[in-house]
Nanobody
Framework: QVHFVESGGGLVQPGGSLRLSCAAS????????MGWYRQAPGKQRELVAT???????YYADSAKGRFTISRDNAKNTVYLQMNSLKPEDTAVYYC????????????WGQGTQVTVSS
């Protein structure tokens, strides 16, 4: 199984931007889909965005038009560019992989905290 380390979170004012990175312990070239999830206090983990090995993307309604997911297979890294951040984007952000299009890896990283506040 591939393990992931998320980074890039922090405190940002509403309307600001952050770029999250997810470094994989091994190759992501053959992983069908990579995704970003988030979990806000008291809420369940929710899917934010995914990108397939073919470049296809999916965004949750809350992320459409503001977030951009990308993957760099050569660097074994996945990114989430977040613009026009809102207080409701405050959460711990996690990445994970779906190797064959059926289920995500069972192990999750520590995540990276994103706090949007003035």
């Amino acid at each position: 199984q591939v393990h992931f380390v998320e980074s890039g979170g922090g405190l940002v004012q509403p309307g600001g931007s952050l770029r999250l990175s997810c470094a994989a312990s091994g190759s992501i070239f053959s992983i069908y889909a990579m995704g970003w999830y988030r979990q806000a206090p008291g809420k369940q983990r929710e899917l934010v965005a995914t990108v397939t090995s073919g470049g296809g993307t999916y965004y949750a309604d809350s992320a459409k038009g503001r977030f951009t997911i990308s993957r760099d297979n050569a660097k074994n890294t996945v990114y989430l560019q977040m613009n026009s951040l809102k207080p409701e984007d405050t959460a711990v952000y996690y990445c994970n992989g779906d190797p064959k299009g059926g289920s995500w890896f069972s192990s999750w990283g520590q995540g990276t905290q994103v706090t949007v506040s003035s």
